[in-house]
């Protein structure tokens, strides 16, 4: 059997991308300030913000807000089935 050798560059993606979404189960108002101090510290807020809307083109995450303003971001019902939230 030919195994591959792991590709960490896109597990840390995927495992970044799961923290966010743990993240945002877990925050009342979940920001891109409070993505990026929970989850994300080392990179820049912009590259932050191109993860949430990743996941937010995917269907797992939407926003909420006005322009001016800070998004909120919920997860979606295809995230809630995923971590077996109710509502």
Known sequence: MNERPPNYAKAAVLNRGI????AIKHTPVATTTEIQQQVMPDLSR???QRYLK????????Y????DGQEYRYYLSGKAKQLFGVKG
Do not use: K, Q, W
């Open 54 to 61: 990743t996941l937010a083109d995917i269907g797992l995450i």
């Open 46 to 48: 912009r590259a932050v």
């Open 63 to 66: 926003a909420v807000g006005t």
């Open 19 to 22: 923290d966010t979404l743990l």
